[in-house]
């Protein structure tokens, strides 16, 4: 049994040399990956749209994609009104690089709530939109996605309007895992009880995404 003053030598080495007592950051941050937080920047533009998002994975290598937390913010110019239509989300974004290699075809997911608003009509709920990317060259993929945001998984419900959609098709250019630029063509559209749709906007945006 330690004797008081031994147990009062061990407290005052652990004061002074706390390395004695507890494991480095460097080592848990090279064992964990808990304190390399990787992040995700991404920025796309179009003559009458805009698209910005930043997410953070706690995962340390880039080279397996990303899965993590995200916040977008995209803005349209209604097809025929002089104004805007913003939508807003928040959720869990997971991306899975192609691979020409190995035969892989990519996945970017993306699962969460979205708030949409045009003009007069306003909705808040779930939302879920996938893309598949597929090599066609060693760093050149095309991509194809869908995105739904279906009244019956809404908090409001406005007017006659079933669900929100979008679809999008264009290249991926991949630079080291890392660095993807990419043009595609977006497609925005509200979907009423008799299956016809109002169009929001579509068009082209050019953008980055970059993993850091």
Request: net charge negative.
């Amino acid at each position: 049994m330690l004797k008081p003053i031994s147990i009062a030598f061990l407290f005052c080495a652990s004061v002074v040399h706390p390395s004695l007592f507890a494991f480095e950051k460097n080592k848990v941050t090279t064992e964990t990956g808990f304190y390399q937080p990787s992040v995700l920047l991404e920025l796309a533009l179009g003559s009458g749209a805009s698209h910005y998002e930043i997410g953070v994975d706690f995962q340390q290598d880039v080279a397996l994609g990303f899965g993590g937390l995200y916040v977008s913010q995209d803005q349209y110019k209604v097809h025929g009104l002089n104004e805007d239509a913003t939508m807003a989300g928040i959720g869990i974004r997971g991306l899975q690089f192609s691979s020409l290699e190995e035969d892989l075809i990519g996945v970017d997911l993306h699962m969460g709530f979205n708030r949409t608003k045009v003009g007069n009509y306003a909705r808040t709920g779930f939302e879920l939109a996938m893309s598949f990317y597929e090599n066609v060259s060693q760093n050149t993929s095309i991509l194809l996605g869908i995105s739904l945001r279906p009244e019956f998984l809404s908090f409001d419900w406005s007017t006659d309007i079933v669900s929100e959609f979008g679809l999008e098709a264009g290249v991926n250019y991949n630079i080291g895992n890392t660095f993807n630029a990419f043009a595609k063509y977006y497609y925005e559209a509200l979907a009423n009880e008799d299956f016809d749709t109002e169009v929001i906007d579509d068009g082209l945006l050019f953008g980055v995404t970059y993993i850091f």
